[in-house]
Each structure stands twice: as C-alpha cells, then as structure tokens.
C-alpha cells in the first residue's frame, strides 16, 4: 500500500516558476515508478512526467519538454516536479501517482493517486 499527498500547488504569473512535493509512504515506494498527472476542466488526465523506480529513465510530454523537470529522493520517499516558465495552458490540477510498471504514461496503468494539488497560471 502507497499512500500519496501533493504540495506546492498555488497561483503563479506566467513566466513564473513552481515546485510540487509528492510525499510517499509504504516501504516498497522504492520499487514503484512515479508519474506526474495534469487535468484541466473539461479535459482529459494527462500525463506531463514520469521517471522509473531507479531514475535512470524519464518521460516527459511534448508540451512540457525543457521547462519541467521530475525527480525523486528515495531517502525521503518524495517526488518532485519543477515548473519553470509556466504559461497559462499549465492551468489543472496536478497528480502524482505510482505504478509497478517501468515507465508508464496512461492513467489506467497507475494503482496510487494523490488527492492532487491545484495550479493556476495567470497571464
């Protein structure tokens, strides 16, 4: 069992920066790939991030290359994703989720999802 809880979400200008938290607990969360969801209103989840139990692999979508990046520190059983230059489409509210899969990018693929953390970016 892998219990998640975002943070970091919050109102930022376009062009700004923010950094989510996702905080894990269970014993086997070093085993799990981690994956960073989006979904705007009216919109379909997306995945935006993602990076392999061992972090030697990453995903990360189209829309998102270069101005965000994922990581995790097994130490402290977190995942982060950095936002940088943010334009306004970024607007959702932002999941993390986990996944015995290597690296999965479907929202049907992953078993554990936060409550998730809500984004805006103003223009």
């Known amino acids: 069992q892998v219990q998640l809880v975002e943070s970091g979400g919050g109102l930022v200008q376009a062009g700004g920066s923010l950094r989510l938290s996702c905080a894990a607990s269970?014993?086997?969360?070093?085993?799990?790939?981690m994956g960073w969801f989006r979904q705007a209103p009216g919109k379909e989840r997306e995945c935006v991030a993602a990076?392999?139990?061992?972090?030697?692999?990453?995903y990360y979508a189209d829309s998102v290359k270069g101005r965000f990046t994922i990581s995790r520190d097994k130490a402290e059983n977190t995942v982060f994703l950095q936002m940088d230059s943010l334009k306004p489409e970024a607007t959702a509210v932002y999941y993390c989720?986990?996944?015995?899969?290597?690296?999965?990018?479907?929202?049907?693929?992953?078993?554990?999802w936060g409550q998730g953390t809500q984004v805006t970016v103003s223009s």
């Open positions: 989720a986990a996944t015995r899969v290597w690296l999965a990018v479907k929202p049907r693929q992953y078993e554990y």
């Open positions: 269970g014993r086997t969360f070093g085993s799990y790939a």
């Open positions: 990076i392999s139990w061992d972090t030697t692999s990453t």
